[in-house]
T-cell receptor, first 115, second 117 residues
Framework: DQQVKQNSPSLSVQEGRISILNCDYT??????FLWYKKYPAEGPTFLIS?????DKNEDGRFTVFLNKSAKHLSLHIVPSQPGDSAVYFC??????????????FGQGTTLQVKP | GAVVSQHPSWVICKSGTSVKIECRSL??????MFWYRQFPKQSLMLMAT?????????EQGVEKDKFLINHASLTLSTLTVTSAHPEDSSFYIC?????????????FGSGTQLSVL
């Protein structure tokens, strides 16, 4: 049972445009969501997070939106840069930001930003 | 940020042999480490939680006798795939959490691609 789903395996956008990566979840107990970025031959690195009590969190070019009723979150990157090309994972947890690290991951979306 | 080192990056072994993967936290002490596995086009799946000085906690469906986890020190956890078979071929990745910090302070190794012939 895939509790966290990223239905788009890949996404290609032009440099300077907006990248929108989507993630859906099924478990209503999830109360904390994170996005990770992964380059080839490296481990995922934390990008941005959001608590279920919020619907938006912004950090520079990155904004995460949460729609609890739809059990959907999205990551917006504006403007997109070639260096953003990577695999993006969304992850969810129960227990808030103090969670002990048991994360449920999506399958990942490969973003390619073309110069 | 904190660094987690994982070795080897890739390994090819014959069916029936055992393979050990190491995960080290280089600049912090990690009382808890996590082991994940990813099959092609699937998500990272948590296999087990490794606690320093105690037995690992395995997720449902993960065979503890097949995937031996040892967390003997605050900076090292090892995963041994015993009697490996082709179906164990996968990408294995570890993570370590900075003590007392939130889940954002979860740092990942670079992963190990295991191919069992």
């Amino acid at each position: 049972d895939q509790q966290v789903k990223q239905n788009s395996p890949s996404l290609s956008v032009q440099e300077g445009r907006i990248s929108i990566l989507n993630c859906d979840y099924t478990n209503s107990m999830f109360d904390y969501f994170l996005w990770y970025k992964k380059y080839p031959a490296e481990g995922p690195t934390f990008l941005i997070s959001i608590s279920s009590i919020k619907d938006k969190n912004e950090d520079g070019r990155f904004t995460v939106f949460l729609n609890k009723s739809a059990k959907h979150l999205s990551l917006h990157i504006v403007p997109s840069q070639p260096g953003d090309s990577a695999v993006y994972f969304c992850a969810a947890s129960v227990g808030g930001s103090s969670n002990t690290g048991k994360l449920i991951f999506g399958q990942g979306t490969t973003l390619q930003v073309k110069p | 940020g904190a660094v987690v080192s994982q070795h080897p990056s890739w390994v090819i072994c014959k069916s029936g042999t055992s393979v050990k993967i190491e995960c080290r936290s280089l600049d912090f002490q990690a009382t808890t480490m996590f082991w994940y596995r990813q099959f092609p086009k699937q998500s990272l799946m948590l296999m087990a939680t490794s606690n320093e000085g105690s037995k690992a906690t395995y997720e449902q469906g993960v065979e503890k006798d097949k995937f031996l986890i040892n967390h003997a020190s605050l900076t090292l956890s090892t995963l041994t795939v015993t009697s490996a078979h082709p179906e164990d071929s996968s990408f294995y990745i570890c993570s370590a959490q900075t003590p007392g910090q939130g889940v954002e302070k979860l740092f990942f190794g670079s992963g190990t691609q295991l191919s069992v012939l």
